[in-house]
């Protein structure tokens, strides 16, 4: 479980620090908001694509945004869904995993209590 929080948050920093060093002049905010989003949804259409002299963020075409923010962004994407459905899977059998011997714990370490009432016999 451990590894897939640190891979997950690994490549959260690495699209974050992409986006504020990149020609798409992302704040923090915008950044980190760029890699949840496209790890969990593989959307970037709520990012605005900025080309590379465009002043104060005005918001340009697909086909004027430069290659390397292509390249990047595919790669990130085909990295991030498999990424982020092998650790959500992770964390989901860790949860179940506990859960299920938590309650094995509480049930099987009951005692029995039998009354006479319950009894078909």
Request: charged share 10%.
């Amino acid at each position: 479980m451990r590894q897939a929080l640190v891979l997950l948050l690994i490549w959260l920093i690495m699209g974050t620090a992409w986006g504020m060093a990149s020609n798409q002049r992302m704040s923090f905010l915008s950044a980190l908001y760029f890699s949840l989003s496209s790890i969990s949804t593989a959307g970037v259409e709520s990012v605005l694509l900025l080309g590379p002299d465009t002043p104060n963020g005005a918001q340009v075409g697909l086909l004027e945004v430069d290659e390397g923010t292509w390249i990047f962004v595919g790669i990130y994407l085909l990295i991030s869904l498999p990424l982020y459905g092998w650790a959500l899977g992770v964390l989901a059998a860790d949860y179940v995993e506990r859960v299920t011997e938590h309650d094995r714990s509480v049930v099987l370490n009951q005692p029995f209590v039998s009354s006479g009432a319950d009894c078909p016999l």
